[in-house]
């Protein structure tokens, strides 16, 4: 027998979704009485802490947060499942993330068509590293995330979804890969540690023996973009994400060689876990092809 329902998850994702109970209690047209009841019938019947009182506020314990990381999935599904019964459309929330050059550059038409034929799903999305949402996956803060190479994700499905076309931008007065060295000390520009780009660019550094003064960090692509142009340093970008960038006219492209210019954008995603909003993403990804 069970120890709990979706009645029983929908207050336990409320009173972290609102910070307290009163506030959750407003949210699902109650009274906090009957929050804090079931609250207290729920911690008895599993025998654990769900929550712990800090001042006025009820803060998860780490078996509340990881109560609440199955509730979001199973109310999604019975979501889900009572409107593909009912209307044949799917409902709910896909939330996904992204690295910056495929959200930019790629996502947009994709997002668009899948928009026209889910209009009822509500799409969130999240950018960052390949480390970073790799990470979160694992946590379940998402469902599925666009990564790129090389990326190490053991337990997850993946599937290569983008071919993307790898360059070296130097400053628009740097004409070949040859004159940095006349450069002096100039720096690595990349997104922060956990980007697969970033670890191209290091290991295009190691290979050629140029010498740096280290590596700045950013988190858009048009900051970096913008910095190479004032001569700061050099980055390896998506040659796709450089046609929408104004800055792009103001650096210098180089090719890379072949065991680096050619790199996969992959969707990964836990395999048995798939919502019906992730599995028709899927299919309008293998369509697409």
């Not at 337990?155 to 400053?171: D, S, W, Y």
């Not at 740097?174 to 690595?188: D, H, K, P």
């Not at 922060?192 to 290991?203: I, V």
């Amino acid at each position: 027998m069970r120890n709990f329902d979706l009645d029983d998850l929908s207050i336990v994702q409320a009173v972290v979704a609102h910070g307290g109970v009163a506030r959750a209690a407003q949210a699902l047209h109650r009274v906090p009485s009957n929050i804090t009841t079931r609250i207290k019938q729920l911690e008895a019947r599993m025998g654990l802490e769900l929550f712990v009182r800090r001042g006025r506020s009820l803060v998860p314990t780490e078996e509340g947060r990881l109560l609440v990381s199955y509730a979001e999935r199973l109310l999604r599904l019975a979501d889900e499942a009572e409107s593909a019964l009912r209307t044949g459309k799917l409902l709910g929330t896909l939330r996904i993330g992204s690295l910056e050059s495929t959200a930019g550059s790629r996502l947009p038409e994709l997002l668009s068509r899948y928009n026209q034929t889910n209009p009822a799903v509500r799409i969130e999305l999240v950018t960052g590293t390949t480390g970073a949402l790799i990470s979160r996956l694992a946590r379940h803060d998402i469902e599925a995330a666009f990564v790129s190479e090389p990326f190490h994700a053991p337990g997850v499905a993946a599937e290569p979804i983008f071919q993307e076309t790898l360059v070296l931008i130097t400053g628009s007065h740097i004409n070949s890969l040859s004159s940095l060295a006349s450069m002096g000390n100039f720096a690595l520009i990349a997104f922060a540690s956990g980007c697969s780009y970033r670890r191209l660019l290091e290991q295009w550094q190691s290979e050629n023996g140029v010498s740096v003064s280290g590596v700045l960090e950013f988190s858009s692509y048009p900051a970096i973009v913008a910095c190479v142009a004032a001569g700061t340093g050099v980055a390896i970008v998506p040659k796709s994400v450089l046609a929408g960038l104004h800055a792009a006219q103001m650096v210098r492209v180089h090719e890379l060689p072949a065991h680096m210019a050619s790199n996969r954008t992959h969707l990964i995603w836990h395999e048995g876990k798939e919502s019906l909003a992730l599995k028709s993403m899927r299919q309008l990804l293998i369509s697409a092809e």
